[in-house]
T-cell receptor, first 111, second 114 residues
Framework: GENVEQHPSTLSVQEGDSAVIKCTYS??????FPWYKQELGKRPQLIID?????GEKKDQRIAVTLNKTAKHFSLHITETQPEDSAVYFC??????????FGAGTRLFVKA | SAVISQKPSRDICQRGTSLTIQCQVD?????MFWYRQQPGQSLTLIAT?????????ESGFVIDKFPISRPNLTFSTLTVSNMSPEDSSIYLC???????????FGPGTRLTVL
């Protein structure tokens, strides 16, 4: 079955710096890659997603890149702010939305 | 986006008992899922709740332990049976919005088993 690995497990950055979280997936049939942000005690919230026919997608300070050949995808957050502090999960789905999640990255943005 | 509610939001239960969690969506959805998130961990898919047929369970999860109902396209229940402290977790309902083709999560049910 699908396996999604996510690194790093913890990331600490200074406010204004960039943060990058990387994931790899195992199932070559995966075609949908969402990213979720989860604040303490709250549900996961979709922040950006990318489908396999696209290599990059950007939404304001957030961007995601996908390398299908290498089965890598990454989340990039620029100009980080304290409110970006949360746990971020990457995920992969091979259709049917049987979404498999990475282990999560705890991001700390220091003011 | 779909509006998802879950009941109860939290509960504390005694071992050996069962708890049924309800998930209600404000629109008809084809795909509905149940996830578990243990403290400090990621989300693990328990099963896909199929309307009109038995749920499809992932490896490590069985129907006797986690029976699921899906009587219509807006509602599902997950029962955690014969609970033990290891079942203490957050249980989340999730749906795919047909209009946006994206996946959303309910607020979760925080279960503590003593």
């Amino acid at each position: 079955g699908e396996n999604v690995e996510q690194h790093p497990s913890t990331l600490s950055v200074q406010e204004g710096d960039s943060a990058v979280i990387k994931c790899t997936y195992s199932d070559s049939a995966s075609n949908y890659f969402p990213w979720y942000k989860q604040e303490l005690g709250k549900r996961p919230q979709l922040i950006i997603d990318i489908r396999s026919n696209v290599g990059e997608k950007k939404d304001q300070r957030i961007a995601v890149t996908l390398n299908k050949t290498a089965k890598h995808f990454s989340l990039h957050i620029t100009e980080t702010q304290p409110e970006d502090s949360a746990v971020y999960f990457c995920a992969a789905s091979a259709g049917g939305f049987k979404t498999i999640f990475g282990a999560g990255t705890r991001l700390f943005v220091k003011a | 986006s779909a509006v998802i509610s879950q009941k109860p939001s939290r509960d504390i239960c005694q071992r050996g008992t069962s708890l049924t969690i309800q998930c209600q969506v404000d629109s008809q959805v084809t795909m509905m899922f149940w996830y578990r998130q243990q403290p400090g961990q990621s989300l693990t898919l328990i099963a896909t709740a199929n309307q009109g047929s038995e749920a499809t369970y992932e490896s490590g999860f069985v129907i006797d332990k986690f029976p699921i109902s899906r009587p219509n396209l807006t509602f599902s229940t997950l029962t955690v049976s014969n609970m033990s402290p290891e079942d203490s977790s957050i249980y989340l309902c999730s749906v795919v919005s047909s209009s946006t083709d994206t996946q959303y999560f309910g607020p979760g049910t925080r279960l503590t088993v003593l």
